[in-house]
């Protein structure tokens, strides 16, 4: 987990630096911390809250409403307005639509509750943004593959102007002033983000210890499987609702692992302030309680998905077997009697549940059957959560050591280890090419945009001030290797592709 910039600029700050220079200032620092603690962005009276409610709460309903009619609205609005960009784009961008909307209002809403109020606010305008910019192209500029500048010649104060264009205008400016309030809500908070210091918030201690950039590791062997699954198998996938409930389960117990994890290094000492790289136990930035809260219902969430699809599937076998497997190695991987990660047995657990066992789980519950060609095709982004799993091993080398866990790494030592990392990253990419290649989907050859990608990873290891964030790096990057188009090569294909790397390489943090 990196040092928060907000932690660094507080420690360079000019106020901290007064503090540390006089002993004045360090008699006067708990009238100080007392004063850096009051946000201007909390809610102080029912006022406030209501004025974030009347806000955003629209956006709210709004996206709940997209969710509902979400394949209607794909069909009927977004495939149109990005043609001549293929279904499964159009189906990723409404995706996009609904999470960033939604979760960015909720963000703004709850910002006041928050203990600095910056970061909910900073986070929740940024995918705010996001969905008004995707949302005004789709709905507004796009409107069913009508163009706004094509609707007749006349400009929107002619009064010859068609009442379609003109109602078009409203919503797009309507759009744009709220595009200003949020980027003025959002420099609010950085600003005062810079200027205050204060702990980090409430909503901060909840991220770092779920782990979000970690997810990647299970939605890219899933993706990987939609694709497959619909594009190369030409499979018939279930309605949304079950495929968006099963990417939100699967999360679910990675969350829930993740925590687990957290709560089992602090307790065995493994983790201690010095040099933890999971900073959320040993920071106190969130309580133990609050921990096993959070673990307890990520748990609960995927216990009761899991329940769901035995029912579903007519309590098939492949579903029991592999979700009790997975949810089993998930759980011990760090409790449990002879926890997996101390006995050198991660990365063996790790490429089997985001590799076959999710694989065969998600295909038993989407088509009823496992095809060998899915578990090919996925195997390469299997490998790079290995990597991932890998590169946070090998920073966390000499402390896993001394607290006696026998990882790959320790295992392996530093020099091999870092071998070992290479073959990985490697092997990802060759054998997305050669089963792109026996399997007919020659779209595989896309993920060599993701190659310069993957061989500074191979530099950026060598450098010891970056390997704090080096398996977050990974993530992105594994993100990045799931850019396959589809069975066919085309220059309109290839092109989305490049686009979607570049932008997870430029806006990725």
């Not at 748990?299 to 492949?318: I, N, P, Q, R």
Request: charged share 15%; hydrophobic share 50%.
């Amino acid at each position: 987990m990196r040092q928060r910039p907000s932690a660094k600029r507080r420690a360079d700050s000019p106020a901290a630096a007064e503090e540390r220079g006089s002993a004045g200032a360090v008699r006067a620092r708990p009238e100080a911390t007392k004063d850096v603690a009051a946000s201007l962005l909390r809610n102080r009276v029912a006022k406030d809250f209501l004025a974030r409610f009347a806000f955003v709460g629209i956006f709210i309903v709004e996206n709940v409403l997209h969710a509902i009619h979400f394949e209607f609205e794909v069909d009927q609005m977004v495939l149109p307005a990005v043609a001549p960009l293929p279904y499964e784009f159009a189906v990723s961008l409404h995706l996009v639509h609904i999470i960033f909307g939604l979760f960015g209002a909720i963000f703004v809403l709850v910002s006041g509750f928050d203990t600095a109020g910056r970061t909910a606010l900073t986070k929740g305008t940024s995918m705010m943004l996001v969905f008004m910019a995707t949302i005004t192209w789709t709905w507004w500029i796009n409107r069913q593959g009508t163009l706004y500048w094509n609707l007749d010649p006349h400009p929107f104060w002619d009064i010859r102007c068609s009442p379609e264009k003109r109602n078009r205008t409203v919503h797009i400016l309507k759009n744009v002033s709220i595009v200003g309030a949020l980027t003025i809500l959002q420099q609010l908070a950085k600003y005062e983000s810079q200027d205050l210091g204060g702990a980090p918030s409430f909503l901060e201690g909840l991220i770092t210890a779920l782990r979000p950039w970690t997810f990647p590791a299970i939605l890219g062997p899933q993706l990987v499987l939609l694709a497959t699954l619909r594009s190369v198998l030409h499979e018939a996938l279930p309605g949304y609702t079950t495929v968006f409930a099963l990417l939100i389960a699967l999360i679910a117990i990675q969350a829930a692992a993740n925590l687990v994890n957290s709560y089992m290094d602090f307790k065995k000492g493994i983790d201690k302030s010095e040099t933890a790289g999971d900073r959320t136990l040993v920071d106190g930035l969130v309580s133990m309680t609050t921990l096993k809260a959070l673990g307890g219902l990520c748990l609960g969430f995927w216990l009761a998905f899991f329940c769901w699809s035995l029912v579903a599937t007519d309590f098939s076998s492949t579903v029991l077997g592999w979700a009790t497997t997975g949810t089993l190695l998930a759980v011990g991987y760090t409790a449990g009697p002879a926890p997996l990660k101390y006995l050198g047995l991660a990365d063996l657990t790790v490429l089997i549940c985001f590799g076959p066992g999710v694989i065969c789980y998600s295909s038993a519950v989407l088509i009823g059957t496992i095809r060998l060609e899915a578990l090919i095709l996925t195997l390469p982004a299997a490998l790079y959560v290995v990597a991932i799993l890998h590169a946070n091993n090998y920073r966390d080398i000499e402390v896993d050591k001394q607290g006696g866990a026998r990882t790959v790494a320790v295992l392996l030592g530093p020099e091999a280890s870092l071998v070992y990392y290479k073959v990985l990253l490697a092997a990802a990419h060759v054998l997305a090419l050669v089963a792109g290649w026996i399997y007919g989907c020659y779209g595989c050859v896309a993920t060599i945009f993701v190659l310069p990608q993957s061989l500074w990873l191979c530099f950026r290891i060598h450098r010891r001030n970056l390997l704090r964030d080096q398996d977050e790096e990974t993530a992105k990057t594994m993100m990045m290797l799931i850019t396959m188009p589809g069975p066919e090569i085309s220059s309109l294909s290839m092109g989305v592709c490049a686009l979607v790397v570049l932008v997870l390489k430029v806006f990725a943090d």
